[in-house]
């Protein structure tokens, strides 16, 4: 009898060791936070054939984006503080089926990324330098609404030019410029003033 109750003890304790293990496998597997990879490039490495994308400026922050990972660069420090390996989440496609939408707050402090042929998406936290894996939700009030056609810059756009650009006020602008479409010649252009943004590699 004693046996009986010790052994169906037992069973009752594996059973609900069982249960939480599997509630926490979901829970895992739907909402899971981790340090990502800093990207990997090299100086005469080519950008992409549509130009890197300038996803966010301020007077402190740019954040752009390409093929080759997602760069933070401080424009107090003059350097790159963040990089990250898209390709280590599958978002390091710039066009196509597999296309990543990287979208930023107003802020600057998070980042959503999104496999347009997934369901779901990674949110990138600045300052803890995390990712959290996440079910799709467009982000609302994102600073993608505050960027402009470099087209409204100059009459002669060309493909050494960002897309987009940022406008802080009457003939005030920034944008990413290149002129040979390698990265250690890519500058971040305010006014007249050019950061080279991959300066502390050379």
Request: aromatic letters at 12%; glycine letters at 4%.
């Amino acid at each position: 009898m004693i046996l009986y109750k010790h052994i169906k003890n037992s069973l009752s304790l594996l059973l609900v060791l069982t249960c939480l293990t599997l509630l926490r496998g979901c829970n895992i597997s739907n909402k899971t936070t981790f340090e990502p990879s800093p990207a990997k490039w090299a100086l005469e490495q080519s950008v992409g054939t549509d130009m890197v994308t300038l996803d966010y400026a301020s007077d402190d922050t740019v954040i752009f984006h390409d093929y080759f990972g997602l760069f933070i660069y401080d424009l107090n420090e003059l350097q790159i503080i963040r990089s990250v390996d898209l390709q280590e989440i599958d978002c390091s496609m710039t066009q196509g089926d597999d296309y990543c939408e990287v979208t930023v707050n107003n802020d600057g402090s998070t980042i959503q990324l999104h496999n347009i042929n997934n369901e779901d998406m990674y949110l990138y936290s600045v300052n803890t330098n995390t990712f959290q894996k996440t079910k799709y939700k467009p982000m609302s009030n994102s600073f993608k609404d505050k960027l402009i056609p470099i087209e409204t810059l100059t009459n002669n756009p060309n493909a050494n030019l960002s897309y987009g650009a940022v406008q802080f006020g009457a003939n005030d602008y920034g944008y990413i410029a290149t002129y040979d479409f390698t990265i250690g010649t890519l500058d971040y252009i305010r006014n007249d003033t050019a950061y080279s943004l991959f300066s502390f590699e050379k």
